[in-house]
């Protein structure tokens, strides 16, 4: 095992502003990692530069008028934030994808050129859009530019509990791969080896911390349906969110995080923003 601690930024791309926790939005938490040499990577990719330019569009009435609301702020776009910090959006080399949801990959075409690595059956699954659900969530429009996919079968190592876990393609050892299907078919986490420790990315696997923190699983009601609504498979999900509260209990030197909680930020509670409301122009459902 290498022993290279990487250079990990917490960017809040997203604010949905009407699925709240405990009062607060929902936030989409993305990982920008510095690596000795592949470039820059990003963990999940939040709402992109089209998605801020035209939201109805690229996330469908409902996501952006409806149950989710996201606040309109081109500058929360993963490019935006990068630029701001000085780099340029080509030393993106790598995004490493939780799965593949509208409010994870609308990034993706701000960095065309950037290998994208995702389990294979996640990809098979947005691919393919067979049900009333995944035509809904997968939207492909975000991949419409064709990105350099790089997908993975269900084979790897065990690590702290998990099984398949696998180190990717051009990309340090620092960096894994951790099916945690549920959510989506072909969900998964990312680990990290951060300079103070091994970080969990556990993308839509929990929105709760108590979901997975603590004795008992426990899920604020709005969250909660809005779980029960969107998930492929609840079997695995309660599965895989044992594993995630085992590995809290037995690793609590891991960093455990989920894509949406607004309060597992290092920094503390993001976003601290006002609620502003959009509703659609007139005659946008009919
Ligand atoms: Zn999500």
Redesign the pocket.
């Known amino acids: 095992m290498s022993y290279v601690r990487l250079k990990v930024h917490h960017l809040n791309c997203a604010c949905i502003q009407r699925l709240t926790i405990h009062g607060q939005q929902l936030a989409?938490h993305v990982l920008l990692i510095e690596t000795p040499s592949s470039g820059l990577v990003l963990v999940d990719t939040g709402l992109g530069t089209a998605d801020y330019a035209n939201m109805p569009s690229r996330l469908g009435y409902m996501f952006a008028y409806g149950y989710a609301n996201p606040r309109r702020d081109p500058k929360l776009a993963a490019i935006e934030q990068i630029k701001a910090m000085g780099y340029q959006p080509s030393d993106v080399k790598h995004i490493v994808l939780?799965?593949m949801?509208l409010?994870?990959v609308g990034g993706l075409s701000d960095f065309p050129a950037a290998k994208v690595h995702l389990h294979a059956t996640e990809l098979k699954a947005a691919m393919e859009r067979r049900t009333f659900k995944a035509r809904h969530r997968y939207m492909p429009a975000m991949w419409a530019h064709g990105p350099d996919f790089q997908p993975y079968a269900v084979e790897g190592e065990r690590w702290l509990g998990f099984e398949a876990v696998r180190e990717l393609a051009g990309l340090p050892p620092e960096i894994l791969l951790i099916p945690l299907f549920g959510?989506t078919l072909g969900h998964c986490g990312v680990a990290v080896q951060g300079e103070d420790g091994w970080l969990l990315h556990a993308?839509?696997a929990y929105f709760d911390p108590r979901e997975v923190k603590g004795p008992v699983r426990k899920c604020a009601l709005k969250v909660g349906l809005f779980q029960f609504a969107v998930t492929t498979n609840r079997r695995m999900r309660f599965y895989n969110q044992d594993r995630l509260r085992s590995l809290t209990a037995d690793h609590p030197e891991v960093k455990l995080f989920s894509?949406?909680n607004p309060f597992e930020f290092p920094d503390g509670l993001q976003p601290a923003a006002p609620y502003i409301p959009r509703t659609a122009p007139a005659g946008s459902f009919a």
Do not use: M, Q, R, V
């Open positions: 989409c939780t799965h949801d409010d994870h959510h993308g839509d894509a949406h």
